[in-house]
């Protein structure tokens, strides 16, 4: 959904990024996830009655916004939970689709980000360029050293292009066997057809590019009826390549 692309389509916006610091700015947040997960995709969503994605987990994450400087209107979003944070609540998002125990040494360094979207007419090169440059200055002034999070791929054909596009990426980029995950709702993926000729989305582009591990087979959410490839990006593997557009 976000592309890794330091261009931007509309060179005259004018973006911020900040993180939320009232709950008015956690509903303007939620409000656009749902925006994008329910009317845009699909997702089934417990608060949808009120126009709102929000879940037990954003009370104890803190939100990254991106606004266009001219309207004000929140137009990109991630939400980001702390090590210290997740140990209170008892554990990441991730926990609730893999079984993390092997990187359980990580923990005090690990990040957790997810929930990300963009508005669709804000998907260009500078609204990624402002979420992951807020996503990195989180992470160097905090001096944390692991990023985690669930990579969304899209199921509306019944997982073929899902499990076409892990089939594509996994040798590559798999995960050294000490930080292997495992799917509590495994993708089926014998049952599927694993060679499609797909393009890999977008958003899980953009994380392989930095440097980032495949942690495992991906998961099946049926609430957001999505594959979710989980992502380990430690910070020494970051590409300078890449990694030079938002570290400063």
């Known amino acids: 959904m976000l592309e890794l692309n330091t261009q931007s389509s509309s060179p005259s916006r004018r973006l911020s990024m900040g993180m939320a610091r009232y709950l008015s700015e956690v509903e303007e947040a939620q409000r656009l996830r749902y925006k994008v997960f329910s009317e845009e995709m699909g997702a089934r969503l ?27 209107k929140v137009v990109g979003t ?22 993390l125990d092997r ?3 990580l923990r005090s360094q690990m990040v957790e980000v997810g929930r990300s979207c963009v508005h669709p007419a804000y998907r260009d090169g500078a609204t990624i360029t402002q979420l992951w440059g807020g996503l990195a200055d989180y992470m160097v002034r905090n001096k944390y050293q692991y990023l985690i999070g669930c990579a969304s791929i899209g199921m509306g054909d019944g997982g073929h292009y899902a499990a076409s596009v892990f089939q594509r990426i996994y040798q590559r980029h798999a995960a050294p066997s000490e930080y292997r995950v495992f799917p509590h709702c495994p993708l089926p993926l014998a049952a599927l057809n694993q060679s499609l000729e797909v393009n ?31 992502i380990l990006l430690p910070l020494s593997r970051m590409n300078p390549r890449y990694a030079k557009h938002f570290i400063r």
Request: with cysteine.
């Open 200 to 230: 890999i989305p977008p958003l899980l582009k953009g994380y392989l590019r930095l440097g980032a591990y495949i942690g495992g087979e991906p998961a099946w959410d049926p609430d957001f009826n999505t594959a979710d490839v989980f």
């Open 78 to 99: 991630y939400r980001i939970l702390s090590p210290s944070r997740a140990h209170a609540l008892g554990s990441y998002y991730s926990e609730t689709e893999f079984d």
């Open 103 to 105: 990187l359980s040494n």
């Open 46 to 72: 417990p608060s949808a009655e009120e126009g709102l994605d929000r879940d037990l987990y954003d009370r104890h994450c803190e939100h990254l916004l991106v606004r266009d400087g001219d309207n004000h």
